[in-house]
């Protein structure tokens, strides 16, 4: 018989599925939940890796989803997509409120203020379904070893996916059901044409994102519709497959030991979700495709076991608490990663909360007829849930705002910054002073220009366009300068646009994160052949057209040490400008260190001597500029480290403003606080003052 025959006359088959009827519980898809689950609960755990099970889930999502809405079609019934949609976030938010808010009173109390924002909006993102595409705009790392500084609602973006599928398969199953009707067409064949489509395109579009940008790639839920897509042919096209019983076999056990050693076999973390997810969808499927043998040899017999089931049922409880429990509890004791035995316990952690979680609010949630009465009880019980977890994420950020308000009110009195280092400050500020920025607002506490580089100073190049920004139109401005480098020269964007605004400059920049202005050397080329092709890319610009004056920062500080280098062939790219009448200032890089400062003063307070280290362990007692000085014609060198530093320790907090937004950048404000003394020592320092 053939599939399409077969699908056009849907007979029991030998997996065991019933098209026509309504689908029978197959525990033995239970049992690769719990498999899936433990797959990646056991990798994130204690290999801190992908291991493929996401994947399961995704295709196991889509295949249970098909039978239901073929079913509605095969036996007569509508599709009511409102009450199913309103039926199944029903089922599925109460779970996920449940762990969004320990979660967020688990980080209020153990993680640093300093991550709060972050885990705020990444809170709304897993509670409406986004949290991919919020990961995706922020590019996160999905691959990153220390999964302590990890979010603990990253694992949301698998869940983003499904909602986000959840609310697209339905109507494509509706607007296939109109067309079959309407044209007189076999549903469940369109539906096989279509998804077949679907498969395709997204596997393209996955292989070819993957290979340009994998951890783009991660998150994307076009690169991941195909794996659902998939789930969904294998409940199309099973009815139409007679395979025999020592076939299925064979195929349920190749398909287990497939899927369990993709972790192991494969270099998932550079592959995903391109061509190798096909390895544990297929795997999957090949289970799913065996069905229930009925044989003492078949995968199925274990699968079905009431401890796979069992498991299998809290299953997604599972999910939701492992991520958590294991990012916050690695924050907590200050560890990057899990070992043996404190993974053995976060597991049985999880376990325990994903049972409770499961029997006392899943399921009795799950079985309260009341809002299955009518659509209107079932949108109370639905936005009942929302609001548990939207009340205290609204309260949190309505008090960060006020307090952030009624500093800011107070800033010019109580936060003088860098000033508070000048010679003859008076402390004026209020004892109990507030801290700025807020901790929370710290990681967003970056210096930028108002926007987009444009007319004549717009490079030609599309990816040093993209990083190209400006302060204000150049046509009426007295100098034009440029900053360069990567964020070690963002960051002094704050007092170089405040000097540049007061004297009538157009202060613009081409930054790189992680790219250092540097000559691009064959060995440079080697090693970070990204950034050697952008450089080149800058030197075009420049040579296009030249600025007035170029700044950047020409030393290289070493964590928690006085070591401290030139930026490798500095005194070669200040010749080359130079000669082409060109203004160059090199700035010394601030001192880093191997914690996080600002993290440090919110955890311990701004008087630890922890968060105060000695300015001899911290800075060379020479220049690094000293070999220079005097060298190259056009050439000055500025040293604003007398405003980070004290004269005898370098602390995270000066003047009642957080110096370090992390371990080794200045925050904006702090930077904010030197700009006046910066403007003086610049224009002393090149002669701008009489031009």
Not at 588 to 612: E, H, I, L, Q
Request: glycine residues 8%; charged residues 15%; contains cysteine.
């Amino acid at each position: 018989m053939s599939v399409a025959r077969a699908l056009a006359s849907p007979r029991r088959n030998g997996a065991g599925v019933e098209p026509n009827r309504k689908s029978k519980f197959r525990p033995e898809i239970q049992g690769l939940r719990s498999l899936a689950v433990l797959m990646v609960v056991s990798y994130h755990v204690w290999f801190g890796r992908v291991s493929g099970g996401v994947d399961v889930f995704l295709l196991i999502s889509a295949f249970l989803m098909t039978l239901q809405f073929v079913g509605k079609y095969e036996q007569g019934r509508p599709m009511a997509l409102i009450k199913h949609w309103l039926h199944l976030f029903r089922r599925l938010l109460p779970a996920a409120v449940t762990a969004i808010t320990a979660t967020l009173a688990a980080s209020y109390v153990l993680l640093p203020r300093t991550r709060w924002l972050d885990i705020v909006d990444q809170a709304w993102a897993s509670l409406f379904y986004y949290e991919n595409a919020l990961l995706q705009a922020r590019a996160v790392d999905y691959y990153a070893t220390d999964h302590s500084l990890a979010s603990p609602f990253q694992h949301f973006w698998s869940l983003s996916i499904q909602g986000q599928v959840f609310i697209l398969w339905p109507l494509a199953f509706a607007g296939a059901a109109l067309l079959a009707t309407r044209f007189r067409l076999h549903y469940r064949i369109l539906l096989c044409y279509i998804f077949a489509g679907v498969f395709l395109v997204s596997l393209t579009y996955s292989i070819v994102f993957t290979i340009t940008n994998q951890a783009q790639a991660y998150f994307d839920t076009g690169a991941r519709l195909w794996e659902f897509a998939l789930g969904t042919l294998v409940a199309l096209i099973l009815p139409g497959l007679r395979i025999p019983r020592t076939g299925r076999i064979i195929l349920g056990w190749v398909g287990i030991l497939a899927m369990l050693s993709c972790g192991i076999l494969l270099n998932v973390q550079a592959a995903f979700p391109g061509v190798a997810a096909l390895w544990p969808t297929l795997a999957a499927a090949s289970v799913i495709a065996a069905g229930q043998t009925g044989s003492r040899f078949g995968v199925d017999r274990i699968l079905s076991t009431g401890p796979l089931v069992r498991l299998g049922d809290n299953s997604y409880a599972l999910y939701l608490w492992h991520w958590p429990v294991l990012v916050i509890a690695l924050a907590a004791t200050g560890r990057d990663h899990a070992g043996p035995l404190s993974g053995a316990v976060i597991i049985v952690v999880s376990m325990g909360l994903a049972y409770l979680t499961t029997r006392f609010v899943e399921k009795p949630w799950r079985e309260w007829k009341w809002p299955e009465v009518n659509r209107r009880r079932a949108t109370v019980s639905v936005a009942a849930c929302v609001l548990i977890v939207v009340v205290p994420l609204t309260g949190v950020q309505m008090q960060q705002h006020f307090a952030a308000e009624a500093a800011q009110a107070a800033a010019q009195r109580n936060n003088p910054g860098a000033q508070a280092l000048l010679p003859g400050f008076i402390d004026k500020s209020d004892s109990d002073a507030a801290i700025l920025p807020a901790a929370e607002q710290l990681p967003v506490d970056w210096a930028t220009l108002s926007g987009p580089c444009t007319g004549a100073l717009e490079p030609a190049d599309d990816a040093v366009r993209n990083t190209c920004s400006q302060s204000r139109e150049s046509d009426d401005s007295s100098k034009s300068v440029l900053v360069l480098g990567d964020s070690h020269a963002q960051q002094w964007l704050a007092a170089i646009a405040a000097v540049g605004e007061q004297k009538d400059w157009t202060v613009y920049a081409m930054l790189k994160g992680g790219c250092q202005v540097q000559p691009s050397t064959d060995e440079f080329r080697a090693t970070n052949p990204d950034c050697a092709t952008y450089n080149d890319a800058v030197q075009e610009q420049i040579a296009k057209n030249p600025p007035d004056a170029i700044m950047l920062v020409g030393t290289a500080a070493a964590p928690s040490s006085p070591a401290e280098v030139l930026t490798p062939g500095l005194e070669e790219l200040a010749t080359t400008w130079t000669g082409q009448g060109i203004d160059v200032v090199a700035i010394r890089d601030n001192p880093r260190f191997d914690f996080n400062m600002a993290d440090c003063v919110v955890t311990k307070g701004k008087d630890s001597p922890d968060c105060r280290p000695a300015q001899a362990n911290l800075l060379a007692t020479e220049s690094p500029f000293a070999p220079l000085e005097g060298k190259v014609r056009g050439m000055t060198f500025m040293d604003m480290t007398d405003l980070i530093c004290d004269g005898t320790n370098c602390p995270g907090v000066v003047g009642n403003t957080f110096v370090y937004l992390d371990n080794n950048h200045l925050s904006r404000t702090y930077v904010a606080s030197m700009s006046s003394a910066f403007g003086d020592r610049l224009l002393a320092a090149t002669g701008w003052k009489e031009q």
